[in-house]
């Protein structure tokens, strides 16, 4: 049976609401490393000895000295044509517009987005394990790097590894009830809890687009989906929202 969409614009004021989910393939097209390799190790490293709980406090050396390596990597990259598009998106639609971002790089603030959702918490953001304070961060954490606010040596990087709970679920589960669109861009859509977004949103009566390089495994469940460079579909994408 033919799912019925919402019809669209939804909301008083003529404007669609927009759910926005990226992943790394819209920082990839930056050039900044993901970090994982085809056999599945990050730098040559396994997932668990650098991005659970339990690695932290059997090795702090080692996963602090790998998120220093990636924080230090994004001096080397900028923002490209997707960030910017979808900078000038929000521009357009305002608080009707939520971008979620999978990355945990800071590209799309960047490219002129101010409103960003980080699923998966921050590189440029320190956690304090001690006292739960944030705090902007650039540089390198270390091991011994004392909190701004408490002074206790138990900072870590504000990231959500494996194992712990995605940051901002209560903001987010909401609005995919009441979007008319979803787009999922430069994500493999197989790592839970997003990769029930676009169910979730579709479920409610959205349209849903995907934008990836190649076909995804979940793919089928788009009503839209498209191929190619981020940097081409995602600013072609947006003038047709724009548009509407």
């Known amino acids: 049976m033919a799912r019925t969409h919402r019809e669209i614009p939804h909301n008083v004021a003529g404007v669609p609401q927009v759910v926005v989910l990226t992943g790394a393939g819209i920082s990839a097209a930056s050039g900044l490393p993901t970090f994982r390799d085809s056999d599945g190790l990050w730098e040559g490293h396994r997932q668990e000895d650098v991005a659970s709980p339990a690695a932290y406090v059997r090795d702090p050396a080692l996963v602090q000295r790998f998120y220093d390596m990636r924080r230090a990597a994004l001096a080397s990259v900028e923002p490209n044509a997707a960030h910017v598009a979808l900078a000038r998106l929000e521009r357009a639609l305002g608080d009707d517009l939520l971008l979620v971002t999978?990355?945990?790089?800071?590209?799309?603030?960047?490219?002129?987005?101010?409103?960003?959702?980080?699923?998966?918490?921050?590189?440029?953001?320190?956690?304090?394990?001690?006292?739960?304070?944030?705090h902007p961060w650039r540089g390198g954490l270390g091991t011994w790097t004392p909190c701004p606010s408490c002074g206790a040596h138990a900072l870590r990087p504000d990231v959500v590894w494996f194992g712990e709970i995605p940051y901002r679920m209560d903001e987010i589960w909401p609005?995919?009830?009441?979007?008319?669109?979803?787009?999922?861009?430069?994500?493999?859509?197989?790592?839970?809890?997003a990769a029930g977004f676009g169910q979730q949103a579709a479920s409610s009566g959205a349209r849903t687009v995907e934008l990836n390089l190649a076909w995804s495994e979940v793919a089928p469940w788009f009503d839209d989906v498209r191929t190619g460079p981020a940097t081409e579909l995602v600013p072609a994408w947006v003038d047709e929202v724009l548009a509407q």
């Open 102 to 134: 999978q990355n945990i790089d800071d590209l799309h603030e960047r490219g002129g987005s101010t409103r960003v959702l980080h699923l998966h918490g921050e590189l440029r953001s320190a956690l304090c394990t001690e006292c739960a304070s944030r």
């Open 175 to 193: 609005r995919l009830q009441t979007a008319d669109v979803f787009c999922a861009i430069g994500t493999s859509g197989v790592v839970y809890p």
